[in-house]
Structure formats: C-alpha cells, structure tokens
C-alpha cells in the first residue's frame, strides 16, 4: 500500500487536500464580495460616463467583462455616421464599447492593425463581416431601426472583444 503522506503530491510540495482547496475558494470569495462593496456608501454602483449610464446593466450584462470598457457610452446621436476602432487598447478591444446613434446612422469599424486578424458579428447574426487584419480596413453597416446590437470578434470574444450600438430616436 502506498504512504498517504506522499500520494498525489509533487516531490516537495504539499499535497492539495480538501481543506486547502475550500479555504482557498472562501478567501477568493470574500474578497470577491469585499471588492463589490463601497466604501462612498451611496450603494448604486454606477459608474455614469457619457450617456449616464453604467452600460453593463443596460445591455443585460454584454459588457461586463469588454476589453478596455469604462462605463461608458459614446454618443453620436444626430451624426450621420459613427466610427468604431477595431483591434484598440491591447489590440483585443472595440473602442468606442458602446455608442449610441439614431436611426439611419452608419456606423464604421476600422481596423487598428493592432491584435491578429478580427471581424465583427451581430450576435443575432444579422451582419458578418471579414476578418482583416490591415490598419485601415473598414466595414460599414446602416442602422435603421431603434434598438440594441451586441456584436463581437468570433476569435477575440473570450477576451472580452465585444460591443454594442443602441439606436435611439431622437
């Protein structure tokens, strides 16, 4: 029979029980929620930005975890066109997030060059556009009707490569 003190363990490291691994989950839980409370005591947790709104409740959590997003919520309403960068930040980032435009406004992705090869896809599979990877690429897309879009980068969305554009009346 094997010794019990050495099963499973790298030579000179402790052994893993069940005892460290749920003080280890309890300790990352604590301050888990001790990060998630403040110390301003007002209790809203909002962020505001541009357009007054936190953004990741709006988008029922979309943004939540997007590469580079402040809270924020460009917008361009009353613009005939809008421009969102591709590849920004740490080349795995939409930039604006999120931006706000009215019916009939074009919006423009253009590509930073910066992150590998990226493209942009309606989450409710409406567009799709190429992978390009070249600074300066662009794709265009009018939108029409009020409502939201969430879109992301198909290989980036993992690392938070996704956005959003609300299309308000005026």
Known sequence: MSDPTTTGRVRGRP???????????GAT???????????????????GGAGGDAGTERYDGWLADASGYDGSVA????????TVRVGAGDGF?????AVR?????TVTWEWTGAGSRHNVVDEDGGFQSP????????????FSEPGVTKYY????RTL????????VEE
Do not use: K, W
């Open 160 to 167: 938070g490569m996704v956005g959003v554009v609300e299309v």
């Open 93 to 97: 980032a939409y930039d604006p997030a």
């Open 131 to 142: 992978y390009y990877a070249a600074q300066g690429a662009t794709f265009s897309r009018e």
């Open 15 to 25: 052994a893993t029980t069940r005892r460290r691994l749920l003080a280890a989950v």
């Open 153 to 156: 980068c198909t290989p980036h």
């Open 75 to 82: 917008d361009r309403t009353g613009a005939d066109e809008a």
């Open 101 to 105: 435009v009215s019916p009939g406004t």
């Open 29 to 47: 839980a604590a301050a888990g929620v001790a990060g998630c409370t403040g110390a301003n005591g007002d209790g809203d947790g909002g962020g």
